[in-house]
Antibody, heavy 120, light 109 residues
Framework: EVQLVESGGGLIQPGGSLRLSCAASGFTVSSNYMSWVRQAPGKGLEWVSVIYSDGAIYYADSVKGRFTISRDNSKNTLYLQMNSLRAEDTAVYYC??????????????WGQGTLVTVSS | EIVLTQSPATLSLSPGERATLSCRASQSVSSHLAWYQQKPGQAPRLLIYDASNRATGISARFSGSGSGTDFTLTISSLEPEDFAVYYCQQRSNWPLLFTFGPGTKVDIK
């Protein structure tokens, strides 16, 4: 059974850093593309970043230069290092898995999310 | 960058009624469009991919159609558990980024 479990969220001051983790089970993170998607309170879904099985990485403009996506194959875990955090980064952060297909654009499994609150 | 718009923003219906949700892309996405359902406090759930294919375990009362720029999600007969927010989503190749529509909330009339 595929499972994604996020952790690492919390309250952080503006300008601070936080690292989110997404522990995967039931599949290998390096075999699928994996993304982070966030949702600000009461708002819609916003894609943050993706890492493909070949290692290619992309970011939304809103986080480029501040956030870094990575994975640890030995731990089967996805990460999101968030630096220079701003109030507008406050959101529930979901990790999501893409299927093993050639033209991958959607997400078939999602974690339960972890809340990041950026506030002084 | 491809922009997705969804209409209506809110759809007020009664259980048993048919729901028709629209998603429009600012340029053609072929059939590469997905639909998700999200209930309060829960993660999104994949309903439809490739515009018309139901994801594993999704009820046959959910159906998707369309290609190019205009897409529709239809719920044939609303069940109580179907009242939720629905998002469409696609990926553009240049620049590479994933985009969600703003969502349609289906609530109980």
């Amino acid at each position: 059974e595929v499972q994604l479990v996020e952790s690492g969220g919390g309250l952080i001051q503006p300008g601070g850093s936080l690292r989110l983790s997404c522990a995967a089970s039931g599949f290998t993170v390096s075999s699928n593309y994996m993304s982070w998607v966030r949702q600000a309170p009461g708002k819609g879904l916003e894609w943050v970043s993706v890492i493909y099985s070949d290692g290619a990485i992309y970011y939304a403009d809103s986080v480029k230069g501040r956030f870094t996506i990575s994975r640890d194959n030995s731990k089967n875990t996805l990460y999101l290092q968030m630096n220079s955090l701003r109030a507008e980064d406050t959101a529930v952060y979901y990790c999501a898995r893409g299927p093993m297909i050639v033209v991958g654009y959607y997400f078939d499994y999602w974690g339960q999310g972890t809340l990041v609150t950026v506030s002084s | 960058e491809i922009v997705l718009t969804q209409s209506p923003a809110t759809l007020s219906l009664s259980p048993g009624e048919r729901a028709t949700l629209s998603c429009r892309a600012s340029q053609s996405v072929s059939s590469h469009l997905a639909w998700y359902q999200q209930k309060p406090g829960q993660a999104p759930r994949l309903l439809i991919y490739d515009a018309s294919n139901r994801a594993t375990g999704i009820s046959a009362r959910f159906s998707g159609s369309g290609s190019g720029t205009d897409f529709t999600l239809t719920i044939s007969s609303l069940e109580p558990e179907d009242f939720a927010v629905y998002y469409c989503q696609q990926r553009s190749n240049w620049p590479l980024l994933f985009t969600f529509g703003p969502g349609t909330k289906v609530d109980i009339k």
